[in-house]
C-alpha cells in the first residue's frame, strides 16, 4: 500500500493483542471544584472528579504556549485547497449553498445487536504501545473497509481547522478498534474519503464512540453531508453515570481517562494547525491518543456499569447522542456573522452614498471568499473596505496602492473589485433593497425576509430601467402566462359567436 508524506514510519500491519488487562479500578479521593457533594461514594454510583492541580494546570498551560510558539517559527503552509482540484471544487460548492445532507432511515440498532456490543467485554492498555496505520490513497481505503467488518465498536475522532476555509474543513480523521488505530488524511484522495466515511457511519450495524462529538457532528454534515447512526458519546454516558443534568457543563476526555483509566495523557497540542504536511510526530500522537482513549474509556465505563447491573445507561446515552447529532449544521449564519460584525465596524463614514458603497464591497468580499473559500477579513479586512470607501480610487493604480496588503490574496478578483468601485456607487445612490424597500444597504447586507412591496420599489427605481422593466416584463409574463390563456381563449370564442 502506498503511504504518503504524513505516514512514513507508520504503516505497519495489523498485530494481534487479543488478552484483556487485569486493570483495578481506583476511585480519586478529590473532587472537581463546583460539582455538588452527595456524600459516600455508594456502589451504584459511578466515581467522582479529582481536581487538578495548579501545577499540573501551570505545566499544560506553559505546554500550550510552548506549541504555538513552534508552531509560529515553522514554515507558511499552502492551502490544501491549492493543491488538491476535488477539495476546491466541493468546498465552493459547499460555500454558495449546495449541500445535500443525507439522513438514515433507521435512528438506532436493534436491541439485540446493542446487547451484544455491551456484553462483549474487552479492554484496552492504559499507554498507548502501537504505532497508527494513516492511509491517504484508495488502496488503503478499499483494504480498510474489509479489515473494519471485524469490530462493532470503534473510537472516532475529528480534527478541523477553521482559521483558514470559509466554512471549516475536516483535516484528519481517526478510528480506532481493538486491535489497531487508524488515521485518515483526507486531503490527496476527498472523493473517495468521503465516500468511504459516509458507507462506515452511516452503517447501523457498527457502534461509534465519541467524545465531545457535538462539532464531529456538525463536521460529518458539512464535510461529509450525513447525519450518523448508531452513535454514542461517553460525555454524556458519564453525566448519566453521574446523575448529572444533559445540560450540564461537559467532562474533557482528559479528565474521563484519568477517572476511569487511572492515568494522566496531556493535551497541549489541541490547537496547532492540523493542515500541515508532513504532520509532526507529535501531532500524529495526539491524534491516535484521541481516538483511542475515546474507546479505552467506553469499554473501561461498559465493565463497570455490567457490574453496577446499570448497563440499560448506554442505551440511554445512545438515544441522547443520537438526538444531538441531529442538530442541523446552519451555515448561512457564517454570512450573517460576518455582516454584522461588518456593519459594527462602518462607523465613520460621511454620507449614506459611502454607506451604500460600504454594504455593496462587503458584499463582493464574501462572494469572493466562498469562491477562495478564505473567511472575509483574509480577503479584505473590515479596515481596507473602509479605506477604499473613504478614498474610492477610480483607477487600478489607486487601487493597488489601497489593497497592497491583499494583493496577493486577491490574484485576478482585483479587477472586480475595480468594477465595483467605479460603477457600484451611482449604482446604489437610487437602489433601493429588494428584501425591505429601504435604501442604504444592498440587499445582501439585509437581514430582514423578503416581502414583495419591497420587490417593487426595487423594480421601479432601479437606475438601469430599462434593464428592470424587462425583469419585471418577465415576471408578469410568467406568474400571468395561464390568465392570458385564458383570455385568448374566450376572445376567439367571442370572435367565432360574432361570426355566427
Excluded at 481547522?161 to 470559509?166: A, I, K
Excluded at 486531503?187 to 447501523?204: A, E, G, I, Q, Y
Excluded at 460576518?338 to 454607506?355: D, H, I, M, T, V
Aim: net charge positive; with cysteine; aromatic share 8%.
Amino acid at each position: 500500500m502506498a503511504v504518503g508524506p504524513i505516514a512514513a514510519g507508520y504503516e505497519d500491519e495489523f498485530r494481534s493483542s487479543d488478552e484483556e488487562d487485569n486493570f483495578t479500578f481506583t476511585i480519586p479521593k478529590q473532587r472537581t471544584r463546583g460539582l455538588k457533594r452527595t456524600g459516600s461514594l455508594k456502589p451504584s454510583q459511578g466515581p467522582t472528579l479529582s481536581v487538578a492541580s495548579k501545577s499540573s494546570r501551570r505545566k499544560q498551560n506553559e505546554e500550550f504556549r510552548k506549541s504555538m510558539a513552534k508552531e509560529r517559527s515553522l514554515p507558511a503552509i499552502n492551502p490544501p485547497q491549492n493543491l488538491y482540484q476535488d477539495l476546491m471544487e466541493d468546498r465552493v460548492r459547499k460555500n454558495l449553498g449546495g449541500f445535500r445532507i443525507d439522513i438514515p432511515d433507521y435512528n438506532k440498532m436493534e436491541e439485540e445487536e446493542i446487547l451484544e456490543i455491551i456484553y462483549n467485554q474487552h479492554l484496552l492498555e492504559k499507554t498507548i504501545n502501537r504505532k497508527p496505520l494513516i492511509i491517504d490513497d484508495e488502496v488503503g481505503l478499499q483494504n480498510l473497509k474489509q479489515k473494519l467488518l471485524a469490530y462493532d465498536e470503534m473510537g472516532v475522532d475529528f480534527e478541523g481547522h477553521d482559521s483558514h476555509s470559509f466554512l471549516g474543513m475536516t483535516s484528519l480523521v481517526q478510528i480506532s478498534v481493538l486491535k489497531k488505530d487508524i488515521i485518515i488524511d483526507p486531503f490527496p484522495n476527498f472523493s473517495n474519503v468521503r465516500k468511504f466515511l459516509r458507507d462506515l457511519f452511516m452503517d447501523k450495524s457498527k457502534l461509534k464512540i465519541f467524545c465531545g462529538g457535538n462539532n464531529d457532528f456538525k463536521w460529518m454534515q458539512r464535510d461529509i453531508e450525513i447525519m450518523p447512526a448508531s452513535v454514542l458519546d461517553i460525555q454524556v454516558l458519564h453525566k448519566l453515570v453521574q446523575g448529572e443534568s444533559v445540560k450540564s457543563e461537559p467532562v474533557g476526555l482528559s479528565k474521563l481517562v484519568d477517572i476511569y483509566m487511572g492515568t494522566n495523557i496531556s493535551k497541549g497540542e489541541a490547537c496547532r494547525d492540523w493542515r500541515r504536511r508532513p504532520l509532526p510526530d507529535e501531532l500524529v500522537k495526539y491524534a491516535q491518543s484521541d481516538s483511542y482513549y475515546t474507546l479505552a474509556v467506553f469499554l473501561e465505563m461498559k465493565k463497570m456499569l455490567i457490574k453496577q447491573n446499570r448497563e440499560h445507561l448506554v442505551v440511554k446515552a445512545m438515544l441522547q447522542t443520537l438526538e444531538i447529532s441531529r442538530e442541523l449544521y446552519k451555515w448561512r449564519d457564517q454570512d450573517q456573522k460576518y455582516f454584522k460584525a461588518a456593519l459594527k465596524e462602518a462607523g465613520g463614514l460621511r454620507n449614506e452614498s459611502q454607506n451604500h458603497l460600504f454594504s455593496i464591497v462587503c458584499h463582493w468580499n464574501i462572494t469572493t471568499a466562498k469562491l477562495l473559500d478564505l473567511k472575509p477579513n483574509l480577503v479584505l479586512p473590515t479596515t481596507v473596505i473602509k479605506s477604499l470607501v473613504l478614498q474610492q480610487p477610480s483607477t487600478m493604480q489607486g487601487l493597488k496602492s489601497v489593497v497592497s496588503s491583499q494583493l496577493t490574496t486577491l490574484g485576478g478578483f482585483v479587477k472586480g473589485l475595480l468594477r465595483v468601485m467605479t460603477e457600484c456607487t451611482a449604482f446604489f445612490e437610487h437602489t433601493i433593497c429588494r428584501r425591505c424597500g429601504v435604501s442604504g444597504h444592498a440587499a445582501g447586507m439585509c437581514l430582514q425576509k423578503k416581502s414583495k412591496a419591497g420587490k417593487d420599489n426595487y423594480y421601479d427605481k432601479h437606475p438601469l430601467q430599462k434593464i428592470a422593466d424587462t425583469h419585471k416584463h418577465n415576471v408578469n409574463y410568467r406568474h400571468n402566462k395561464n390568465a392570458r390563456k385564458k383570455a385568448s381563449q374566450q376572445e376567439e370564442l367571442f370572435l367565432l359567436l360574432k361570426k355566427l
